[in-house]
């Protein structure tokens, strides 16, 4: 089993809908999980931390449920702009190294 | 702030030369940087982990003598691919952890595009 899995994707929808991608870890011990964003042939960029009691940041709204070591990430009324692969991202706590998911693709439509 | 850069953005060279990319912290220092390598239409794999003043550490599969690594300084940290072959053609994008900050908080280079012909 692969350490971070997430839906493979690719989502496409159109402008205005909502959307969820999940996120499964594999260890129990991971301590802190993050979102991040990847353009095509750019770097990653954080999106968010996702915190044990659930965050949202504007039409962004992530959540972790460490007994089922799950982890969501609900977007809001879609922009264009929101096209990118989604990276879910695990640290496993005392080690320095994170670990990121394979990313899911997003196409928001005109 | 946190800015972290890399040279060269691209570069194309052919089998069996070396290629040198740099990743520097420019308003930060850094005990530790990292290094990943992307492949088209996957992930960000992490090769490396590079501790300024020690010895990286390697992922396992990843050949240290093929990939070198030096951390000479707070603020730099070079990857060297050695005897480059058009299998060893990624995206390699590095990140550096502010020193005293969590494990887990790494900014990103913007990544060099290794092509080997």
């Known amino acids: 089993r692969k350490e971070v899995e997430q839906d493979p994707g690719p989502f496409n929808v159109p402008e205005g809908a909502t959307v969820a991608f999940n996120c499964t870890y594999s260890n129990s011990a991971s301590q802190s999980f993050f979102w991040y964003r990847q353009d095509c042939r750019k770097e990653p960029k954080l999106l968010m931390s996702?915190?044990?009691s659930g965050n949202e940041d504007g039409r962004f709204t992530a959540q972790l449920n460490r007994a089922s070591q799950y982890i969501s990430l609900l977007i809001r009324d879609s922009k264009l702009s929101d096209s990118a692969t989604y990276l879910c991202v695990v640290n496993e706590g005392s080690y320095d190294k994170v670990i990121f998911g394979p990313g899911t693709s997003l196409s928001v439509i005109p | 702030g946190a800015v972290v850069s890399q040279h060269p953005s691209w570069v194309i060279c052919k089998s069996g030369t070396s290629v040198k990319i740099e990743c520097r912290s420019l308003d930060f220092q850094a005990t530790t940087m990292f290094w990943y390598r992307q492949f088209p239409k996957q992930s960000l794999m992490l090769m490396a982990t590079?501790?300024?003043?020690?010895?990286?550490?390697?992922e396992q599969g990843v050949e240290k003598d093929k990939f070198l690594i030096n951390h000479a300084s707070l603020t730099l940290s070079t990857l060297t691919v050695t005897s480059a072959h058009p299998e060893d053609s990624s995206f390699y994008i590095c990140?550096?952890?502010?020193?005293?900050?969590?494990?887990?908080?790494?900014?990103f280079g913007p990544g060099t595009r290794l092509t080997v012909t």
């Open positions: 990140s550096a952890r502010p020193t005293g900050t969590a494990p887990y908080e790494q900014y």
């Open positions: 590079s501790n300024e003043g020690s010895k990286a550490t390697y």
């Open positions: 996702v915190y044990s």
